[in-house]
T-cell receptor, first 114, second 115 residues
Framework: IAGITQAPTSQILAAGRRMTLRCTQD?????MYWYRQDLGLGLRLIHY???????GKGEVPDGYSVSRANTDDFPLTLASAVPSQTSVYFC?????????????FGPGTRLTVL | AQSVTQLDSQVPVFEEAPVELRCNYS??????LFWYVQYPNQGLQLLLK??????LVKGINGFEAEFNKSQTSFHLRKPSVHISDTAEYFC?????????????FGGGTRVLVKP
């Protein structure tokens, strides 16, 4: 069982370019999340999806968009990258958004925007 | 809204010594608390969680935490650390709302275990 996979592992991107970070889970979890991790700030929620076909905004959604066409995939898109989006991005999932439960994390994508 | 404060950004500790990582939270609703660990260049994995019941929670790798509602704290402890415990530790609070199950993280505590 792979759990959650993320791609790419790392990326250097020129400012203004479009970038999609991929996230796939094989646990059939209903809920999925995108976080960014910045030094001293911990992880902050960007967007979430409680179930396939629905998405919502987290704490820091500006400059990012997501889609949830099916249960397994939850891509995060930066339409026009800016240097402040340099961060480590983690995808996570949980069984059901309707109850408090463990979130399982992917290995992360390290993104540098120059 | 909820928030989490981890009082120490870095904790150096010698091997086989005890360690305590402090976590305080604020929340206007019932809280559910988590500790996650992040080893270098890896994602986060769950150490332990408090959902209800006993306020003393035992987790993996010999860690435990105590939920103290009156002090709004959820401190993490280990009586004897190993070199392999070198990692960053995150406290998080979850609260159910209209938008589902959301985690709010503290800023993290980096533990460096010295031989």
């Amino acid at each position: 069982i792979a759990g959650i996979t993320q791609a790419p592992t790392s990326q250097i991107l020129a400012a203004g370019r479009r970038m999609t970070l991929r996230c796939t889970q094989d646990m059939r979890h209903n809920a999925m999340y995108w976080y960014r991790q910045d030094l001293g700030l911990g992880l902050r929620l960007i967007h979430y999806s409680n179930t396939a076909g629905t998405t919502g905004k987290g704490e820091v959604p500006d400059g990012y968009s997501v889609s949830r066409a099916n249960t397994d995939d939850f891509p995060l898109t930066l339409a026009s990258a800016v240097p402040s989006q340099t961060s480590v991005y983690f995808c996570a999932s949980s069984v059901d958004a309707g109850r408090v439960d463990t979130q399982y994390f992917g290995p992360g994508t390290r993104l540098t925007v120059l | 809204a909820q928030s989490v404060t981890q009082l120490d950004s870095q904790v150096p500790v010698f091997e086989e010594a005890p360690v305590e990582l402090r976590c305080n939270y604020s929340s206007s609703v019932s809280v559910y608390l988590f500790w996650y660990v992040q080893y270098p260049n890896q994602g986060l994995q769950l150490l332990l969680k408090y959902l209800s019941g006993s306020t003393l929670v035992k987790g993996i790798n010999g860690f435990e935490a105590e939920f103290n509602k009156s002090q709004t704290s959820f401190h993490l402890r280990k009586p004897s650390v190993h070199i392999s415990d070198t990692a960053e530790y995150f406290c998080a609070v979850s609260a159910m709302g209209a938008a589902g199950n959301k985690l709010t993280f503290g800023g993290g505590t980096r533990v460096l275990v010295k031989p």
